[in-house]
């Protein structure tokens, strides 16, 4: 068999539907689909039922212990070459797979003699990702969250734009990777959050290639509103510095630019507090008649204030004009700002309770942050 295709589902039945139902749109048919309940409360078992005559489909129910260890078990029961893991909040394109076949077939371009640690005419690379994109049925919020999670100026570019500020590393919820080569690294480990890129960058430290296929894309619902998504990032920030303690040399810029940017954030709002303070001292005093009347705090508190809000805006009009051109929605564009700020702060705020924590302290990973393990 060529492709197994594994997906680690917890409470998300109708997601599940969605994901088959691509799958069955599928121009190659030389694949199997895994189902891992990792011990959910609402199971998917039922939907998975209706396209058991439909689709290679196997279907198995687990004990909680997290997506990482839901696609090891996965892998396990898997037949075919390539390992294909998804989450189950995506929807594949009909083209999907064929895309995928091109770039790992004998005749690919990808495809180089004696590299990659593979057999000969093999791909020259181990494991591959795709960029994800924001389906037309998705809400507004939906898709001003895939916007924040995906562009350059928000993002760098590193989660497979055409433009980016770091090598590109395969995620989960769209990643490929050779059954052997999965096996011999044992697969992935108990991090709560960050264990895919944590994976990723182990199969580059065994001396594996790993690859962008960018017309292997998949719709990526991801959360559905900017509490939730707040909560991602925030984690996100935390698994970064545990990634980079685990990885030394992996950090770069673009990690710390969340963190900058939420710093010059408060250092902007701490500013315009200053602003608006002197401003209403001077009308204070004004109102006293306890100063001289050329309006001196008023006029600093009020060059204060204007000096705190102009890169705000200006970063808030790029987000603005952005995401309107790029979704063809003023909509997804102004709910594209808050998600911005959401995405940057959040994970900046993680990055930085981690930093504290992990470099500062020095505490390790699991006393540091215990719940960002499963155990």
């Not at 969605?18 to 078992?45: A, N, Y």
């Not at 898709?143 to 999670?149: F, L, N, R, T, V």
């Not at 705000?312 to 102004?334: A, E, H, K």
Request: a positive charge; hydrophobic letters at 40%.
């Amino acid at each position: 068999m060529r492709y197994s295709i594994i997906v680690p589902v917890f409470n998300r039945p109708d997601e599940v539907g969605e994901l088959l139902q691509s799958l069955t749109r599928q121009t190659r048919k030389d694949f199997e689909v895994i189902i891992v309940e990792d011990g959910s409360t609402i199971p998917c078992e039922d939907v998975c039922r209706q396209y058991a005559g439909i689709l290679d489909l196997h279907y198995y129910n687990k004990p909680n212990s997290g997506p990482g260890q839901s696609r090891n078990y996965g892998a396990e029961r898997a037949q075919g070459e390539w390992l294909i893991i998804l989450d189950s909040d995506v929807i594949l394109p009909e083209g999907y797979l064929e895309a995928v076949e091109k770039a790992t077939h004998p005749q690919s371009p990808f495809v180089r003699e004696g590299q990659g640690g593979g057999p000969e005419g093999s791909p020259s690379f181990s494991a591959f990702g795709g960029p994800d994109r924001a389906h037309h049925s998705f809400t507004p919020v939906q898709k001003a969250i895939s916007y924040a999670m995906t562009s350059f100026f928000t993002t760098g570019g590193i989660r497979g734009g055409k433009k980016k500020l770091d090598k590109f590393y395969p995620r989960s919820y769209n990643m490929g990777i050779r059954r052997d080569v999965y096996r011999q690294l044992g697969g992935f480990s108990k991090m709560r959050f960050g264990e895919d890129i944590d994976f990723s960058y182990r199969i580059v430290e065994a001396g594996n290639k790993t690859a962008l296929l960018p017309d292997a894309w998949v719709y990526h619902k991801r959360r559905t509103d900017l509490r939730k998504f707040f909560r991602q990032v925030y984690n996100s920030g935390i698994a970064r510095i545990n990634l980079s303690r685990r990885h030394p040399g992996t950090m770069k810029l673009v990690h710390l630019l969340p963190a900058l940017f939420t710093i010059g954030v408060i250092a902007l709002l701490l500013l315009f507090a200053l602003g608006l303070g002197l401003y209403g001292c001077g009308e204070w005093l004004d109102a006293q008649g306890l100063r001289p009347t050329d309006n001196m705090h008023q006029g600093v508190g009020f060059a204060l204030c204007v000096l705190a809000l102009l890169p705000l805006l200006f970063y808030s009009l790029l987000i603005l004009t952005d995401s309107s051109l790029r979704n063809r929605s003023l909509r997804v564009g102004l709910l594209s700002v808050p998600a911005a700020f959401v995405q940057l702060t959040g994970y900046g705020l993680g990055f930085l309770h981690a930093f504290w924590r992990r470099i500062i302290r020095r505490q390790d990973e699991f006393t540091a942050f215990e719940k960002n393990f499963y155990s």
